[in-house]
């Protein structure tokens, strides 16, 4: 749960991690040198902006990204088993039983000609000789367990006969199917309605301590992470730049661009003040906007948005420790820096 | 600023009784069967139920609600993009769409809409200084001469470059395109807009900066806003009255600070329990049960009592109307309603 981890027992430990686009003599990194480890039961939350490579460290830990994209990591092991120089064998291996993925869109997952009950029976063939009498129950018992009534009849449904919030479920009842070790979800309740949101925040936090799945939950929604997260890393323009336990990065953030995204978010929480309307209350902002990949500023990206900079940011900080498990990559940090 | 002292005045713009059904495109010999009995009756949707709103001049109100409760139908009526099936759209006291076709077209101005996504909503092959003064050219508000000189000022009053007038959208961001698409409702004048999801694309440090923009342009330019939104914590920050629906019908109506503190209605109140806020922190889920019923057969009685840990015997038998229970608050609940 905390940082003190131990390379045997993660589910998941990389260092050094870049995915690399090879473009007119110079190499774009989306993902810039990250390094991750989740241990088991663990929720980690993974939080940035648009373009800030997060779903891009995603697939690259499916072993998703495809040529012309360059993956390069100094240690990758997953589920005890090294994968940096994995074939695509070693990765079908993984995918779908150790180690599942859930999109944003369910649609992504979920093939629209085809029965949900065949495609269920279908992950469970591909990695387990089971008969089809007895798939057709571990399909019905996964959709039961991420909530949807009369499990049996949805079996027989077609995606496009589903809402919104039940094609998410039966896209996570699949990931579920075969009792991964990890789960990675990208940004997997963005596009659905508060209450439903909810319900599934609360089924994946009873699922994930009940089987000890640990869950990489990736988002740009820093009160979904509040909610849900054991850890936070805050990603900003390919790098992580603050990491730590969740109420402590919510707290007392040490990066500015944690700051800047936490005073630019809107509260809903009631107050007690009868009356304050909305009129002359500002939002503090972070000035300009996140640089597109090929125009990333050379050191601490964040430099040209950040009232803090000086002439040190030309060079890419560390990331260093502020207090136990609590890491920020920043020369000026909010919080001082423990030796 | 002249928020809380715009009671006792005429409001700017007011829906009375409005109504929105979307029925099923029928042909006449479907339509003749249907009377006969042979085929079933088609299905319509009733998008929006009854609804009265009246906003003051001045005012921001907030409309919430999830996918498919009508609050995006509620915006087009009120914007008169869409006729409404019942009801009356009064604009300053006038019933804006039973006057003369030219005398409504001048009004209709001062009543503009900023959509969600500003990309689909600007013509790809105008530049952006067209895109902006295309509307005030066709209605006379500025000539030829005057056009350069005008497009500057309104990208420099949305916080844009004067010198961006010569591109076109795809060469701007999405927090540009959304100033582009303000300054575009804005080149006519209007007295109000309706921003229907207006920051929801938008990444969280662009969000701030676009409502900060909106908050801004009331203050110089006294607008008067029904924002549209999904979003509570947006709402809670911009808005002075929040107006909630669920399935065509506002169930809940008060002051931002009612509202959010003292919330009456058992929807309200689950909406607001689990919207997930940086200041809970981590705990755990009670979330109400069942998904938002289809609006094609809406539940009896109250829409929400199919979900409703209060429900009573009469709340799937009659519909609870929208009554004070304080003051400036409204709630339509047998709860409350006593």
Redesign the interface.
Known sequence: MNSVHNAAQAVLEVTGLSVGFAQRGTVLRAVDDISLHIAPGEVLGLVG??GSGKSMTAYSLLGLVEPPGQVSADTFRLCGKEMRAADERAWRQLRGRRIAMIFQDPMMTLNPVLRIDTQMVEAIHAHRRVGRGAALEMAAAALQRVGIADAPARLHAYPHQL????RQRVAIAIALLNAPDLIVADEPTTAL???????I??EM?ALCQASGTALLWIT?????V?????RVCVMYAGRIVEQGP??QV?AQPAHPYTR???????????????????????????PG??PALGERPEGCAFRPRCARASAACLQVPALVAVSPGHEVRCFHPLARVSA | ?S??STTGTMPLLALQGVSKQFGSAQGWLERGAARLGWLPPAGSVQAVDQVDLAIMPGE?VGLVG??GCGKSTLGRIAVGLTPPSAGERRWCGEAIDRLPASERQRLQLGIQMIFQDPYASLNPRLTVGELIAEAPRVHGLIGRREQSEFVARSLQGVGLDATMASRYPHQF???QRARIGIARALAVRPAFLVCDEAVAAL???????V??LF??L??QLGLTYLFIS?D???V?????RVAVMYLGRIVEMA????L??RPAHPYTQ???A????????????????G??PSPLAPPSGCHFHPRCPHAMPVCSKQAPALREVAPGHDSACHLTSG
């Not at chain 2, 809670?236 to 002075?240: C, E, K």
């Not at chain 2, 002051?255 to 009612?258: D, L, S, Y």
């Not at chain 2, 940086?278 to 049960?289: A, C, D, N, S, T």
Request: avoid cysteine.
């Open positions: 902006e648009s809402s919104g919030g039940m309605d508060v209450t439903i949101q909810a319900q925040l609360a936090q740009h929604d820093l009160a979904v509040a909610a849900l997260a054991d969740v109420d919510l800047g995204l936490l005073n630019s978010t809107p509260a809903a929480a009631p107050s007690q003040h009868a009356d304050n309307a909305g009129a002359t209350r500002r939002l503090s902002t972070i906007l996140p | 600023m928020v809380g921001v999830e996918s961001s999405g927090g990444d969280v440090s662009v969000q701030a900066q409502l900060n908050t801004d009331r203050e999904h509570l914590a947006v809670r920050h911009l808005a002075d002051r931002v600070g009612e959010f503190w689950a909406l607001l689990e919207a997930p806020t940086l200041k809970v922190g981590k705990r755990q889920f009670i979330p109400i049960q998904e938002l």
